[in-house]
């Protein structure tokens, strides 16, 4: 239990076009999402809490405007990088918490599989 | 604070047991994770231990935890070529949000 998918897996992308990319939790709704940011080699970076229903609270130093979050049901939440630049290009993590059945899950954070997002 | 600090790298031999450590800085935070990244992937759950707890053992992996110095590590026993990967150690802040260490890549010879 406690998958959590992404897609696409990877996307290369012109500059100045936009992006979406879809996180859904496949056996437990996902009160919670975390998109996260990974730079080669290097550890993740936390973009944005998204809570289902209501807007993202995102971290400081993230723009808002161009990492645009939705959160619109319980299994899916959206990420979509507007005006995409090379310096944009980098691994796109979520992750969800929440509840499955009688099962909590809200402590822990289940991961997608990441996608790789290349800007030309 | 956020910093959670981890050595970058570490190489055993297969057979061996590897010892992963992690520090951290929020002596507040109930629950603290190790996941397991393999190339061009996700992450990968492995193991969690709540802050009331010194160690916890799952099959070949030890938790220790020690709440004073906020020392916390994995030990992996009977390492495998299929361990070979990156370790984060995170910790669990209000909100639920997790900080991440910088990762430790094992690299495991045969």
């Known amino acids: 239990g406690a998958v959590v998918s992404q897609h696409p897996s990877w996307v290369i992308c012109k500059s100045g076009t936009s992006v979406k990319i879809e996180c859904r939790s496949l056996?437990?709704?996902?009160?919670?999402m975390f998109w996260y940011r990974q730079f080669p080699k290097q550890s993740l970076m936390l973009m944005a809490t998204?809570?289902?229903?209501?807007?993202?609270?995102?971290e400081q130093g993230v723009e808002k405007d161009k990492f645009l979050i939705n959160h619109a049901s319980l299994t899916l939440s959206t990420l979509t990088v507007t005006s995409a630049h090379p310096e944009d290009s980098s691994f796109y993590i979520c992750?969800?918490?929440?509840?499955?059945?009688?099962?909590?899950?809200?402590?822990?954070?289940?991961f997608g599989p990441g996608t790789r997002l290349t800007v030309l | 604070g956020e910093d959670v600090e981890q050595s970058l790298f570490l190489s055993v031999r297969e057979g061996d047991s590897s010892v992963i450590n992690c520090t951290y800085t929020?002596?507040?935070?109930?629950?603290l994770y190790w996941y397991k990244q393999e190339p061009g992937a996700g992450l990968q759950l492995l193991t969690y231990?709540?802050?009331?707890?010194d160690m916890k053992q799952d099959q070949r992996l030890t938790v220790l935890l020690n709440k004073k110095d906020k020392h916390l590590s994995l030990r992996i026993a009977d390492t495998q070529t299929g361990d070979s990967a990156i370790y984060f150690c995170?910790?669990?802040?209000?909100?639920?949000?997790?900080?991440f260490g910088s990762g430790t890549k094992l690299n495991v010879k045969p």
């Open positions: 992750s969800a918490s929440g509840t499955s059945g009688s099962r909590s899950s809200t402590d822990t954070q289940y």
């Open positions: 056996d437990f709704q996902a009160t919670t």
């Open positions: 998204s809570n289902e229903g209501s807007k993202a609270t995102y």
């Open positions: 929020d002596s507040s935070s109930t629950y």
């Open positions: 231990i709540f802050s009331n707890m």
């Open positions: 995170a910790e669990k802040h209000n909100f639920n949000k997790f900080y």
